[in-house]
């Protein structure tokens, strides 16, 4: 069971280049979600899914996309890379709202 | 900006003692409050979570205490260990809207020392 797989697992850009971070789940879950650590900030929240073609932002959307044409598949677009994307992104799923969530191992990105 | 507020940012205990992690939250609505560790270069992964019906939640060596009066929450590491030397945040949610996915605490690293 590949649980929550998130890809690339590194990635450097120059800045004003676009780029998807994929991510995809086996475990039939509705809710996904993606989040982005930075230091001393704890994960938070960019946008997140109900259910596949329903999508909402979250606490911090700017400069981020997202689409969710099946269950198992919610990508983030960057559309512009700016110095301040720099971060660690993670992908999470669930069975629902307020239950437990399970990460993917994240994307290191570095955006020069 | 509801908020879930988390002390120490790191602590540094022996191997054997018992490290305590606290957490303050706004929200009422609150009714889910799960830990997750993390160690380095790794996703977070639930530890523990407890719901408000409850003051206390034991799994192994990992307590919850959950004071509802006073929306404080907390974790206790009994007989910790080096191994358990790790991130580990506390977060918050309810259902319904955006509030139903987790909000986090900006995380404690603790290490703890052979």
């Known amino acids: 069971n590949a649980g929550v797989t998130q890809t690339p697992k590194f990635q450097v850009l120059k800045t004003g280049q676009s780029m998807t971070l994929q991510c995809a789940q086996d475990m039939n879950h509705e809710y996904m979600s993606w989040y982005r650590q930075d230091p001393g900030m704890g994960l938070r929240l960019i946008h997140y899914?109900?259910?596949?073609?329903?999508?909402d932002q979250g606490e911090v959307p700017n400069g981020y996309n997202v689409s969710r044409s099946t269950t198992e598949d919610f990508p983030l677009r960057l559309l512009s890379a700016a110095p301040s994307q720099t971060s660690v992104y993670f992908c999470a799923s669930s069975e629902g709202m307020n239950t437990e969530a399970f990460f993917g191992q994240g994307t290191r990105l570095t955006v020069v | 900006q509801q908020q879930v507020k988390q002390s120490p940012q790191s602590l540094i205990v022996q191997k054997g003692g018992i490290p305590i992690i606290n957490c303050a939250y706004e929200n009422t609505a609150f009714d889910y409050f799960p830990w997750y560790q993390q160690f380095p270069g790794k996703g977070p992964a639930l530890l523990i979570a407890i719901r408000p019906d409850v003051s206390e939640k034991k799994e192994g060596r990992f307590t919850i205490s959950f004071n509802k009066s006073a929306k404080q929450f907390s974790l206790h590491i009994m007989d910790s260990q080096p191994g358990d030397s790790a991130t580990y945040f506390c977060a918050a949610s309810y259902y319904g809207g955006s509030q139903g996915n987790l909000i986090f605490g900006k995380g404690t690293k603790l290490s703890v020392k052979p």
């Open positions: 899914s109900v259910g596949a073609g329903i999508t």
